[in-house]
């Protein structure tokens, strides 16, 4: 397997957990919260897509697919554009409600992006410096390896709030 190979299977990894915890859901069980200020499977999932979608359209010189693809507008969500969670208050996780269809459309044309992009990967860009601000300066291969990194936690994180909606008998498919 080469690397491109093995980036497109970590990320197909990232949208089966995805799916995974999101479908057959309805909009309350996503919006669930196991406590007033955990984090719901809607607003984890979001966010997961969000850091995909900038990081990927940042380290290749894309626009991010939630504004060229329109999704910004169909989430309504009261954020600004390049709002992607990352320090969200309470209040801020509770406000992001969706159903699973376009979640689930979300992250799934994050996905196809993200594999048009990784696809003609070769070894050698994986060493292309992305973010020079960092010290050391983070490469095209570490970026990618911090998504997925962040992404399989989150969506972890969205499975196992799934198994206490459904045992408390709250999953409302």
């Known amino acids: 397997m080469d690397s491109a190979g093995l980036l497109l299977d970590s990320f197909g990894r990232i949208r089966e957990a995805v799916h995974g915890a999101v479908e057959g859901l309805g909009e309350d069980a996503l919006a669930a919260r196991i406590d007033p200020d955990a984090n719901s499977i809607a607003w984890l999932v979001w966010h997961l897509t969000r850091i995909q979608d900038d990081h990927l359209a940042g380290a290749f010189g894309t626009e991010q697919v939630w504004r060229a693809g329109g999704w ?85 994180q969205a499975a196992y709030v799934r198994g206490v909606v459904e045992r408390r008998g709250t999953a409302d498919g």
Request: no cysteine.
């Open 72 to 156: 910004q507008a169909r989430f309504g969500l009261p954020f600004p554009a390049a709002a992607t969670g990352y320090g969200h208050t309470s209040a801020q996780v509770g406000a992001v409600r969706a159903d699973a269809g376009l979640l689930l459309g979300y992250h799934d044309a994050v996905h196809e992006r993200t594999a048009a992009l990784l696809a003609p990967v070769t070894d050698a860009d994986l060493d292309r410096v992305v973010d020079a601000s960092w010290d050391p300066p983070v490469t095209l291969g570490v970026r990618l390896v911090s998504v997925i990194a962040e992404d399989l936690q989150h969506a972890g």
